[in-house]
């Protein structure tokens, strides 16, 4: 008898095991995809697309729609992967063809011209844009950047098939730019050349935060930039040794919030200014 009533117990806890593990599932399944989303975002790109699309249909449905898109940062992923821009491209590709134009963020390593088409073809609602060491050209911006027109933020540092044209597109196209990072190499001597500075102090007046270091322009390119964009706050210049701080240049750049040059030199001008 007691036996028989141990087993009845056992059945019982089993079918309640049974119930809080489907209304768990259950819960899990009716959870609404943006919110789902939400949560994934937080699993890293690669389990994002293979391990959590094999858990159930819905998580499938939502790693494979928009929702968990609407930052696309393989960064880190294409730094790590020996592989060909093509490459790159493809996987950048496919990523912004999930998000269905719903990106506000790209973020990539390496990004080709093909790359850069799918960006300015999928990016109305795009905000940021981060494509370090791509191999996008001038005749590329030239062509798409007016897509973009929602732009923000700009980092296309060590670019070198983009120059001073490619930047001015950028300007011209992107009246919402309020970052840029256009970080080059580093060279310890530079022929000057302030046409860089001269078409973002043209084409960019209202940034806020801009770093360029190692670029080659002198104080003229630096005064340009400081004369016309007149919301800047951050400006990071480290490596620019062209750049001689002296009078008036120096008087604006130690007004801005931040200000990054040579560090120990710009120490230096402040401490001898409070002396005197």
């Known amino acids: 008898m007691a036996n028989l009533d141990l087993q009845k117990k056992e059945n019982i806890d089993n079918v309640e095991m049974s ?22 975002v937080r699993i890293s790109i690669e389990e ?8 159930c249909k819905n998580w499938l ?10 930052e696309i940062n393989i960064q880190n992923w294409c730094r790590k992967r020996q592989r060909s821009v093509e490459d790159f491209d493809s996987v950048a590709h ?18 080709g011209n093909r790359g850069f088409i799918s960006v300015a073809n999928w990016g109305k609602n795009l905000k940021v844009l981060k494509i370090p060491m791509s191999e996008v050209t001038d005749k590329m911006v030239e062509t798409h950047a ?12 060590h670019c070198l098939d983009i120059t001073s044209k490619g930047i001015g597109e950028f300007g011209n196209n992107c009246k919402g730019l309020t970052e840029l990072r256009r970080n080059l190499r580093s060279v310890m001597l530079n022929e000057i050349d302030n046409s860089e500075a001269i078409v973002i102090a043209n084409t960019m007046p209202g940034l806020k935060k801009l770093d360029i270091c190692f670029g080659t322009f002198d104080e003229c390119g630096l005064q340009a ?8 706050s951050h400006l990071n210049i480290q490596g620019c040794w062209n750049v001689k701080l002296e009078g008036d240049v120096l008087d604006k750049c130690l007004k801005l919030d931040f200000f990054s040059q040579n560090l120990f030199y710009v120490r230096w001008i402040v401490e001898l200014l409070e002396i005197i």
């Open 146 to 157: 007016r897509s973009l027109v929602n732009l923000s933020v700009l980092d296309i540092s």
């Open 94 to 111: 496919n990523l912004m063809n999930r998000s269905r134009g719903l990106f506000r963020l790209i973020s990539a390593f390496k990004l």
């Open 19 to 40: 119930k809080r593990s489907s209304s768990s599932s259950s819960r899990w399944n009716d959870l609404n995809p943006e919110i789902l989303a939400l949560i994934l």
């Open 61 to 70: 449905a939502c790693v494979s729609g928009p929702y968990c898109w609407s």
């Open 48 to 55: 994002r697309v293979g391990l959590v699309s094999l858990v």
């Open 225 to 232: 930039i400081l004369t016309h964009c007149k919301a800047l």
